[in-house]
């Protein structure tokens, strides 16, 4: 499991290519995205890259809420007694994290894309296939200010899921991106900025339609849910997405 702090205050667990991350706010802290089940040992030292413990974390934020970004949310919730929040569209997916709308049939991925096996089997060992879901969350829309530690604005950007958002630090210059945009395809083991494949994408046109909403934060850093932070502007990432296209 890597640990790194990308931005200020902000801090990232990348493990089996899956990222997380946790925002350090003036009280408290904010954990996005609850990766896989796995991560959640290494939650006590994410959080002190910022200064902050685990008695800290007010909330979990779910940018979408596919199996891997859902895998310790349940965990959090009853141990650490915290808010988990997610869009009211996932919120059906987030107690059923298995149960994704994706526009292309998925098994055909691994052998048109071999580049893929090791992603996919380090997910599976870190505990992609047992993934609880969670029932009890607290809905978020579209709008400024989220009420949890760093206060991040919330950009929706559906099309990867149906409720899928992003978090925008706009005081910090970061985009968390959730897996709208992404740096790395775990279905396709493609690098750079690009979206998710259609086996895990319900609408990719969808999808790259929302991009322009990411563009307009104007962030200089952009943290995504698959792959390495992208410091080349949110504007410069979503014209490289778009020329990727769909997978």
């Known amino acids: 499991m890597r ?38 040992g290494a939650l006590p030292r994410l ?5 902050r413990t685990p008695a800290d974390v007010r909330a979990v934020v779910l940018t979408h809420a596919h199996f891997d970004h859902v895998g310790f949310a349940r965990r959090a919730l009853h141990e650490l007694d915290v808010d988990v929040w997610v869009h009211p569209a996932d919120a059906h ?10 526009e292309n049939p ?33 809905s978020l829309a579209a709008g400024p200010r989220l009420k949890v530690p760093g206060h991040p604005d919330v950009i929706a950007c559906p099309g990867h ?9 706009p005081d910090r210059g970061v985009l968390l991106s959730g897996d709208a945009l992404v740096t790395l395809d775990p279905y396709t083991g493609r690098t750079g900025p690009r979206i998710v494949a259609g086996a895990a994408t319900a609408d990719s046109a969808l999808n790259l339609a929302s991009l322009d909403a990411l563009a307009a934060t104007g962030a200089d850093v952009v943290l995504p ?14 014209r490289l997405a778009r020329a990727a296209g769909p997978a």
């Open 106 to 138: 998925r098994a055909t991925y691994p052998i048109r894309h071999p580049r893929a096996l090791p992603i996919l089997g380090a997910m599976v060992a870190a505990g992609a296939a047992r993934v609880q879901g969670v029932k009890v969350v607290r």
């Open 93 to 102: 997916l987030a107690a059923h994290p298995y149960r994704y709308a994706h």
């Open 225 to 238: 849910g698959h792959g390495e932070p992208w410091t080349g502007g949110a504007a410069e990432a979503v």
């Open 47 to 51: 959080l002190a890259a910022v200064d």
């Open 161 to 169: 899921t149906d409720g899928h958002v992003a978090l925008h630090l």
């Open 3 to 40: 640990i790194s702090v990308p931005a200020a205050g902000v801090a990232r667990l990348e493990h089996a290519y899956v990222n997380c991350y946790v925002i350090a706010g003036a009280h408290g802290a904010t954990v996005v995205d609850a990766g896989l089940p796995r991560m959640w």
